[in-house]
């Protein structure tokens, strides 16, 4: 199989290239095999990024029990915190571009087959996806995973923002100067990215709807065993992908990028996710018409996207729906007309029978479908879901196989087949929907 890498290491040509690689302490036989680049931006003075040489370390151990020549190569970053509130500040953003650049500079210039990106905090998330999407060779993502949550002397969750409530504090004469130093020595109590939906654990988040990071890679600690674990499947994914072609472009897509904000919204991400999402996009292709109308709400918003963001985050559907938790869990009765409602398009609305039940097995809802010109959106979530015609003709595609249901038509289906829906006729249609 012809290797990217053989621009660096095959034929009498590139003798003197084999022997600079040698020099490293490359083998023959390591050189035989992909080449990986595992980029870290491992430094000592973001915390987020204090412990990342251990990650780079376990990314290594899963390239090489999957067949692949790990190479570590490093990047800068900024933390915000610390630059913030001075000249500092400046570089924040301007980091991500460099970020990006210097990725791209080591990749190209030494012809890797594949790499696993090490990023934790701030700008370098977003920095490394752009440089993924500009390289397009296959590509994975692990961060160094979210630090504990500090705990107040009431014992009461405590984190940066604690600090900047406190130095407040102390100017408005509420908290002694004392307390606000103990808070300093306890607030970020390990290494990891800052606990609370700051920029760095939102974008790790949205690195994982996107299809860039494992499952886990936005919420797993930083202290935890279960964060080599994940680093060490990085690596072997990032193998695995390599040896099916799949690349960047192949993940982050349109439709990709429309769950990222979904994602985005429902669990409050930080406000610069919207600087750092569109330039992604951007380097991925996707017109810009086309994230516009993404990120406007104009492209549909499935249930079934908002149901799999909550099962994965374990938070109840109706808190990204509604923007509260259920209560009931003896009976939860809906008046005829009364459910909580929400309307993600002109065309389409949901009613839930259901929102203030909590720990149920199923969602029930109203559907409402206007009728529109627009071609079919097409969804898919585990489990299976039921529908029931109350007015209407409906259009159903489950699979490819297209039915027409009408009043008093029910259909139960497995929902992680593509399925979509219009309504025909020029007719509003209403239907029960129940998802399992």
Request: proline share 4%; with cysteine; hydrophobic share 40%.
């Amino acid at each position: 199989m012809e290797l990217r890498s053989d621009a660096i290491k095959r034929g009498l040509a590139r003798a003197p290239h084999r022997s600079l690689l040698k020099a490293d302490g490359l083998t023959d036989e390591e050189l035989d095999r992909p080449l990986v680049a595992v980029v870290s931006a491992q430094n000592e003075v973001i915390p987020g990024h204090l412990h990342l040489q251990q990650i780079a370390d376990a990314v290594k151990a899963g390239v090489r029990m999957a067949g692949g020549t790990p190479l570590q190569v490093n990047t800068i970053g900024v933390c915000d915190g610390i630059a913030m509130n001075h000249e500092g500040m400046h570089y924040s953003l301007t980091s991500r571009e460099v970020i990006a650049d210097s990725v791209e500079c080591a990749v190209q210039g030494h012809q890797f087959d594949a790499m696993v990106l090490i990023p934790s905090c701030d700008k370098i998330v977003p920095g490394m996806l752009i440089a993924a999407a500009r390289l397009d060779i296959p590509t994975m993502l692990v961060s160094g995973g979210p630090m504990l949550a500090g705990r107040g002397r009431n014992g009461s969750q405590t984190d940066l923002n604690s600090l900047f409530d406190a130095v407040g504090q102390v100017t408005a004469g509420t908290m002694t100067e004392e307390e606000c130093h103990w808070l300093e020595g306890t607030a970020c109590p390990t290494c990891g990215s800052c606990s609370g939906m700051y920029t760095a654990n939102s974008m790790n988040c949205l690195t994982e709807v996107l299809g860039m990071g494992l499952k886990g890679n936005g919420t797993i600690p930083a202290v935890y065993s279960e964060r080599i674990k994940l680093a060490k499947q990085a690596g072997m994914a990032v193998m695995d992908m390599y040896r099916k072609n799949i690349r960047p472009r192949d993940i982050m897509t349109a439709d990709a990028f429309e769950n990222a904000l979904t994602a985005d919204m429902a669990l409050g991400c930080s406000t610069n996710s919207m600087l750092h999402l569109p330039a992604i996009a951007n380097e991925c292709g996707i017109d810009k018409d086309e994230y516009e109308r993404a990120e406007s709400g104009e492209h549909d918003i499935s249930v079934s996207m908002l149901q799999q963001i909550a099962r994965h985050y374990n938070i109840a559907l109706d808190a990204l729906m509604f923007g509260e938790e259920p209560k009931m869990s003896t009976y939860f009765l809906t008046r005829a007309g009364k459910g909580i409602s929400v309307e993600r398009t002109k065309a389409y609305k949901y009613q839930s029978l259901a929102a203030g039940f909590k720990d149920r097995k199923a969602d029930p809802f109203i559907v409402t479908v206007e009728p529109n010109d627009r071609p079919m959106h097409y969804n898919t979530h585990a489990g299976q879901e039921f529908n029931l015609v109350i007015e209407g003709t409906l259009l159903l595609s489950i699979g490819g196989k297209e039915l027409t249901l009408t009043p008093g038509d029910s259909i139960y289906f497995n929902s992680s087949l593509p399925h979509g829906m219009k309504a025909l006729d020029g007719k509003t249609v209403r239907f029960l929907a129940i998802i399992l």
